[in-house]
């Protein structure tokens, strides 16, 4: 489908050459949307076109722009403010354009481009429950997946546990020191929640033992740390495990287990779910052997304890330690590991890691190192850094357990959506199991919305009350908008009205709701090259907004006209499938009625 800048610019070409025998490329003519206080659908920025007619700008729009209306049938007329050409079409284009929006099957959809790219979201640890900062990561990694897929990529969903390291010896420790035996099935807790209360008991072992030892010897915290039993106890842990210790080995995979069970239920309550999972455990052992490699071709260096490191103070950076001393693995040697093993499985074009930017620059080491070591393709990973999520009474902290736990707000929103609908009275002729239904997608839905909407790079701030809200940029105000239009096609179904594009004329409204349709596949492109779904989650809104006031002001049902009566059931249609297809793409589920 050609779209009205494209169009533009093709008319603008052939003024050009016609007016001043010049052949200007369609990449230096500048577009842009018109302001809402002129008149016009389409700005032409002539500033450039001077040039090229030796006239002032002013004189170069007017010329262009009787060329246009003259040769055109498509430009019903212009004005030209300050050497800017504001360009107005036809209703008769817009009628075609919009017949072209319904005809076109998957509209929005891009076509294939033969690309693969993995997109890496979760990576929890196995020491804790998924929590509110998780739930950003999926949503941003389920949605970027889905928007890249809108693009034509195919997309390769994945996940890499963290399944090991001194963090889940610390949970382990803890259990045996002081679990009694404890399991899901005796306590009634979810496995990953079992596991995390553990963490935060390890945490509290640490800090008695730690104070005892200061009160004791008056020392500081961080020597008497050092000198912590249990501290000493988790490190040894780890290194047994990595040994391949059975009796270590066994109850890690026995407590891992729990959590895998307890992860399970909350990716699908959250809608979430993955084509690949890797398991740090799993990869670990590549990464020791790129390190080994490294070590031979002199890439690296190995220090008198044992240790080795990468010196990147040429590079701008600092030295990086890639093995301790006692020859344990860091993160850093594990995403080496893994990175390798991914690209030998797909072949990926971009590998883009969606993690907190808390980690910028450990990603800016992975790809220098990966670099070093002669893969070529280091240049294609990407990482998709995004900002922190705050609740209005701070920040969170999960080795002292005031996290907000991943299930438990899952179930408030659907709480506060129960609560909402019920005040509100949306619920009629509903019954019981409908609602239920209704309340948790609802809640889902602003839960998605709410995190989803803001630019992936910024802090957010997550209020579940205002989440919720009807009205508003909020998930539940266009999963309602979409109810009411479904309402209203019912309606004109039992009428008996059957929609059609039949060429009435067409209301300003109505060109102003075509104009944001046909940009919908542009939308598609910008957010997938900026890896921002909040650009359609936006979109969603404004076109959500424009059928309420398109509602508001004009007569649908009871119009007396036949034709525009047809032609206005199709738009309403239309908006309800873009809607569809664009809150999808954010994993938000639209309810048929409300």
């Known amino acids: 489908m050609k779209n009205p800048n494209e169009f533009i610019v093709e008319k603008a070409m052939q003024a050009v050459e016609a007016l001043y025998g010049v052949k200007v490329e369609a990449g230096s003519l500048q577009l842009q949307a018109t302001r809402k206080e002129f008149e016009g659908d389409v700005t032409l920025v002539v500033f450039p076109l001077a040039r090229v007619s030796k006239k002032s700008p002013d004189i170069t729009a007017q010329e262009i722009g009787n ?108 259990w045996l020191k002081r679990g009694n035996g404890e399991t899901p099935q005796s ?47 988790a490190q040894q842990m780890l290194f047994k495990w990595e040994q391949g210790d059975p009796e270590v080995v066994g109850l890690w995979k026995k407590m891992n287990g729990w959590v895998y069970d307890g992860f399970d239920v909350t990716y699908k309550n959250l809608g979430i779910s993955f084509d690949k999972i890797y398991y740090e455990s799993q990869t670990y052992l590549l990464g020791k052997a790129l390190v080994q490699k490294g070590l031979e071709k002199g890439i690296f260096e190995k220090r008198e304890d044992g240790s080795v490191w990468c010196d990147l103070t040429g590079d701008g950076l600092d030295q990086k330690l890639l093995l301790r001393s006692d020859g344990t693995s860091v993160y850093m040697t594990q995403d080496l590991g893994t990175a390798e093993r991914r690209h030998e499985e797909y072949k990926f074009d971009e590998m883009i890691y969606v993690v907190g930017n808390e980690q910028n620059y450990h990603f800016q080491v992975l790809k220098l190192i990966l670099s070093k070591l002669g893969f070529d393709w280091a240049d294609a990973i990407y990482h998709l850094s995004y900002g922190m999520v705050e609740l209005p009474e701070g920040k969170m902290k999960s080795r002292e357990g005031t996290v907000v736990d991943a299930d438990d707000l899952i179930e408030k929103m659907y709480s506060t959506a129960k609560e909402t609908s019920l005040a509100l009275g949306k619920l009629e002729g509903m019954s019981e ?55 209203i096609l019912r309606k004109g179904e039992e009428q008996g009205i059957i929609p059609a594009v039949t ?10 709701i075509i104009k944001l349709l046909v940009g919908f596949p542009a939308k598609i492109a910008e957010a997938g090259a900026a890896h921002s779904p909040a650009l359609v989650a936006n979109y969603a809104y404004e076109l959500a907004k ?8 004009v007569t649908i049902l009871k119009e007396e006209d036949t034709a525009a009566r047809a032609q206005r059931l199709v738009l309403i249609k239309v908006i309800a499938q873009v809607l569809v297809k664009a809150m999808d793409i954010l994993g938000i589920t639209l309810p048929e009625r409300m």
């Open 503 to 512: 060429g009435a004329k067409l209301l300003d409204k109505e060109i102003d």
């Open 187 to 233: 306590s009634g807790k979810k496995g990953d929640h079992l596991v995390g209360d553990y963490y935060v008991e390890f945490n509290k072992m640490l800090t008695e033992e730690v104070n005892a030892i200061m009160a004791e010897k008056g020392i500081d915290k961080e020597a008497a740390e050092k000198e912590a039993t249990c501290l000493k106890e």
């Open 67 to 174: 060329w246009l209306t003259s040769n055109t049938s498509e430009v019903s007329s212009f004005n030209v403010v300050k050497g800017f050409l504001n360009i107005k079409m036809d209703g008769s284009f817009w009628g075609n354009i919009f017949k072209e929006i319904v005809d076109t099957k998957d509209f929005g959809q891009h076509p294939s481009n033969g690309k693969t790219v993995m997109v890496e979201y979760s990576s929890p640890n196995t020491n804790k429950p998924l929590h509110l900062g998780h739930i950003r990561n999926n949503l941003l990694g389920w949605s970027v997946s889905r928007l890249l897929e809108a693009n034509g990529y195919n997309v390769i969903k994945a996940n890499l546990v963290n399944d090991r390291g001194i963090h889940i010896c610390k949970s382990m420790l803890a």
């Open 546 to 553: 424009e059928f309420n006031q398109y509602y508001h002001d």
């Open 433 to 487: 199991q409908e609602q239920d239904a209704l309340f948790r997608m609802l809640g889902l839905g602003a839960l998605k919305y709410f995190i989803i909407k803001v630019d992936p790079r910024k802090t957010m701030l997550f209020d579940p009350k205002e989440s919720i809200d009807f009205n508003g940029n909020t998930g539940p105000f266009i999963q309602y908008t979409h109810a009411r239009i479904k309402s």
